[in-house]
C-alpha cells in the first residue's frame, strides 16, 4: 500500500503500511504485543504492538497461502496463527521464535554464526543466541 489513509492508521496517528492490497482481517494476540492482519495480496503481516508509539513490523510477511487469506486467530497462548484463506486451506504458523532458535541452535551444533542467522532469521538482528539458551524474548514473551 502505497500512503496511508486516516483509515489505515494506529489510534496513536501511526501509520502501519505493508500491505500491497485490501486487509481482509486484522487481531491482535492475546496479549496484546502482536497485530497480525492478512490481506488481499496473500500475505500475513505482523507488528510489535508492546509499545503503540513506537510500533515495528516483524521482517518480512508471512507466506503460503496461493489466494487471499480472508480470516485469522491467534491460539490461546498466543504462539500460534491460524488463517483462512480462499484457497480452502487453514494456515498455521508457530510463532515461537524462541523454540524456533534452539531447534536451529541443535541443527547447527550450537554455533549459530551471523550466516547462518541471516539464512534463518533475516528479520531479526544478529544475536549470539546459541550462547544463551532459553528466554530469547524476540517475539513472545
Do not use: E
Not at 12 to 22: D, F, I, S, V, Y
Not at 92 to 102: E, G, K, R, V
Amino acid at each position: 500500500m502505497s500512503g496511508c489513509p486516516g483509515s489505515g492508521r494506529s489510534p496513536t496517528g501511526k501509520c502501519l503500511a505493508g500491505p500491497g492490497g485490501p486487509i481482509n482481517s486484522v487481531g491482535f494476540s492475546p496479549n496484546g504485543k502482536i497485530l497480525a492482519a492478512v490481506s488481499f495480496d496473500y500475505k500475513v503481516w505482523l507488528w510489535n504492538m508492546t509499545d503503540p508509539a513506537h510500533t515495528a513490523r516483524f521482517g518480512q510477511p508471512l507466506t503460503g497461502p496461493s489466494s487471499p487469506a480472508d480470516t485469522m486467530a491467534f491460539g490461546p497462548d498466543g504462539k500460534t496463527l491460524a488463517v483462512g484463506s480462499d484457497d480452502n486451506a487453514v494456515w498455521l504458523w508457530n510463532l515461537d521464535i524462541d523454540t524456533d532458535i534452539q531447534r536451529i541452535c541443535a541443527t547447527t551444533s550450537n554455533i549459530l554464526t551471523y550466516t547462518q542467522w541471516k539464512q534463518y532469521l533475516p528479520q531479526l538482528p544478529y544475536r549470539p543466541a546459541c550462547a544463551h539458551p532459553g528466554h530469547y524474548g524476540l517475539l513472545t514473551p
